[in-house]
């Protein structure tokens, strides 16, 4: 069966997303599975609609376009920052579309974890059993998560980092690329793993931690938003 399915928000993560998609779609055997309207973002940044063409498809405009879609169109979220994530997801919330989930066929979840909508699994992403994983999480590519993890909403777990066995990433976490967290350790709401990092203790939530091994590196701020990976929710005035 094919379902329709709208990408939300044209930055670079909406994109890697739409090439998972595709692939999903050229290895089904029995016809594709997505049918991508297009893509929809309230501010494209610079070269972003030009981007969104060269690959095909349509940029059909801000995400109001989603009010005319019939309840079965499905989305996917493609912002990587997990504030701006959640905060689309918020605004998109009125027009009652169900979450697409995209793993990659060469991404294992492990078959006792629980998983909850809007899950975006890349190409290498590896969970491997009884772990719990929230609303829109991103598990980028060549990522680890370890047994009896629980992830909660909207977290990401950026490339090659690695999240041991019983950790605890509250919602909004972000782990940065190739950092480690170790075994049962805590990441509270909102915290940052920096890149490279590596945690041996518990992170207060909202706190951002860099270095080996992490200490704090900017208490409450979060990490610079990259211009393409705003998606749909960069207001007027602000960073972008
Ligand atoms: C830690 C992080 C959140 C800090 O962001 P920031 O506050 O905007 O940091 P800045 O770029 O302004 O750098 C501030 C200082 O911290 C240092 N720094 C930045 N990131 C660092 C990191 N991960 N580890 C150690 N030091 C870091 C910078 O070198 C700079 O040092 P300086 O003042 O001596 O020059 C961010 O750099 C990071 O690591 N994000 C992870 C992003 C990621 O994983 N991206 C992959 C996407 S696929």
Not at 12 to 39: C, H, K, Q, S, T
Not at 187 to 204: E, M
Request: charged share 15%; net charge positive; glycine share 14%.
């Amino acid at each position: 069966m094919t379902t329709d399915v709208v990408i939300v928000g044209a930055g670079g993560m909406g994109r890697e997303m739409y090439g998972v998609i595709r692939l999903l779609n050229d290895l089904a055997a029995d016809g594709p599975r997505w049918r991508v309207l297009g893509f929809v973002d309230d501010y494209p940044g610079g070269s972003t609609v030009e981007l969104v063409h060269r690959l095909g498809v349509p940029f059909l405009g801000p995400t109001r376009w989603l009010a005319d879609q019939p309840a079965t169109t499905r989305v996917a979220l493609g912002v990587g920052q997990p504030d701006l994530r959640r905060e689309t997801a918020g605004t998109i919330a009125r027009y009652g579309l169900p979450a697409a989930t995209v793993v990659h066929p060469a991404a294992e979840i492990g078959p006792d974890c629980v998983v909850q909508e809007g899950l975006f699994a890349a190409g290498g992403a590896r969970v491997t059993t009884n772990v719990v994983i929230g609303r829109h999480v991103h598990l980028n590519q060549n990522c680890t998560v370890g047994h009896d993890a629980v992830l909660g909403d909207f977290v990401s777990v950026n490339p090659l980092a690695a999240v041991s066995g019983y950790c605890r990433l509250a919602d909004g976490v972000m782990v940065g690329a190739g950092a480690v967290v170790l075994p049962t350790l805590t990441v509270g709401r909102a915290a940052t793993v920096g890149a490279g990092a590596c945690v041996t203790k518990d992170v207060p939530a909202g706190v951002v931690v860099t270095g080996v091994p992490a200490r704090p590196h900017r208490t409450g701020s979060a990490p610079r938003p990259v211009a393409s990976d705003r998606g749909s929710s960069a207001g007027p005035g602000r960073a972008r």
